[in-house]
């Protein structure tokens, strides 16, 4: 990758993070471990691997995003306000009455948000579904998933994940956020999954593990696949929850987390001068 596209990403997860923060903090308290941890991959796919038009955010031959987790809302939401889907201030109404930002993605509410999603596990089988009716409508369009690691204990997912391989879903790619925290705990301890790549394998995907937190590797992951061949893809995303604020990603129990006024502005402050070493 070249060094100035690099930075691109770079400064673009940056952005993410700090649009994600400014919707939490807003309503004072939010997901923000599991938010933080998918901004790498969200800055890669928007930043040039997804091919969307933000003034036709239901072109028809869009390539699609779901974010199954989705109380990781809030860094969609980020993403989506700095690319211009929609003004970057309405992060502010998250989650309030009336607002187009629900807690978790809305397609009906949110301008470019492909798919509602909110009950764990169900993002799989309308990931799938999505790229099927894309193959039978003879589009070359993409779907992209974003799920969850601790989401991964439902069977959904797999049900869902045997059926993409069962239909030759070429066009899916399945992004597992492998942060190794949920709910209540280390996955390790609440339900160990295993060797995420094996599974996947398994299941009759192609699949590979990258540095989730690196938009250089995730970028150079997606770009690596090759439309066609029948099989669905899976990239399992070595990620850390709450990555790009340290203090977030030091806390044991960082799934949902208070944002006061001072944290707010310190963990700012860190971001925009990250931001700036990279435009230096």
């Known amino acids: 990758m070249e060094a100035a596209k690099k930075k691109e990403l770079q400064a673009l997860a940056i952005q993410i993070r700090m649009a994600a923060l400014d919707a939490i903090h807003s309503l004072g308290s939010g997901h923000l471990g599991g938010a933080m941890s998918i901004c790498d991959v969200l800055a890669a796919l928007y930043g040039g691997e997804m091919r969307v038009k933000v003034d036709d955010p239901h072109w028809p031959g869009r390539d699609k995003l779901v974010c199954s987790k989705g109380h990781a809302g809030p860094a969609v939401y980020g993403t989506l306000a700095v690319k211009g889907f929609f003004p970057y201030e309405e992060l502010k109404t998250l989650n309030r009455p009336g607002t187009r930002l629900p807690s978790h993605c809305d397609r009906n509410k949110t301008p470019g948000v492909d798919m509602t999603t909110g009950s764990l596990g169900q993002g799989t089988s309308l990931a799938c579904g999505m790229a099927l009716g894309d193959k039978l409508r003879g589009r070359d369009s993409r779907v992209f998933l974003i799920v969850g690691d601790g989401e991964s204990n439902e069977g959904q997912v797999w049900e869902a994940l045997a059926f993409a391989s069962a239909k030759k879903l070429d066009n899916l790619v399945v992004l597992l956020d492998w942060n190794k925290r949920q709910l209540d705990g280390w996955t390790e301890d609440v339900y160990p999954m295993g060797d995420y790549v094996a599974k996947f394998k398994a299941f009759g995907f192609d699949a590979v593990k990258v540095d989730g937190n690196s938009v250089e590797a995730v970028a150079e992951a997606l770009a690596s696949i090759q439309p066609g ?33 001072e944290q707010f502005d310190r963990w700012t402050a860190q971001l925009k001068a990250e931001l700036a070493s990279l435009e230096g």
């Open 229 to 261: 061949g029948g099989k669905p893809h899976a990239i399992v995303l070595d990620t850390v929850k709450g990555a790009g604020i340290q203090e977030v990603a030091d806390t044991p129990m960082n799934h949902s987390l208070p944002v006061s006024d």
